[in-house]
């Protein structure tokens, strides 16, 4: 079985949950995470938990080279599938599909991915549907970028 964490922006907030949901579904609780469940995992809900905020952290390393925010504040990851073997998939996307670094980045993903103790492979998928747009942007980025 496989857990799938998506990772929702919305004007005020980016919210991780455990259930495959669409990007303009209602948010999680408190703590970010949805009561909703993708199904039963082979693997035990605190490594899930663990996996989970190590991806984001490493995720968190890598940035657009061009904008002083790393790629999870400003959006640009729709979704993260975790398989019960640790096979990790990331679907993401770009601020503009003619990003200058648009060969590159998926690659710097994936890197920071694989360093996550546990993760056996990455795989990062580009999409540009949804298109990204600055509503996807958590606080934390607009603040880097003095958007308020």
């Given at each position: ?47 899930l ?41 990331v ?5 503009a ?52």
């Open positions: 079985m496989e857990d799938t964490i998506s990772e929702l922006r919305a004007p005020e907030a980016g919210v991780l949950t455990d259930a495959a949901v669409a990007p303009d579904a209602p948010q999680g609780g408190k703590d970010g995470r949805s009561a909703e469940s993708a199904g039963t995992s082979a693997l035990p809900p605190e490594e938990d663990r996996l989970a905020a190590d991806i984001v952290a490493a995720l968190k390393t890598v940035y657009d080279p061009e904008i002083p925010a790393d790629i999870y504040e400003l959006g640009l990851i729709y979704k993260v599938d975790i398989d019960d073997n640790r096979d990790i998939t679907e993401m996307t770009l601020t599909p003619g990003c200058p670094v648009a060969g590159e980045m998926p690659g710097w993903v994936e890197a920071a991915v694989s360093t996550v103790q546990g993760v056996n492979s990455v795989t990062v998928n580009m999409t540009f549907d949804p298109p990204w747009d600055q509503s996807r942007m958590s606080d934390e980025a607009r603040l880097a970028l003095n958007m308020f």
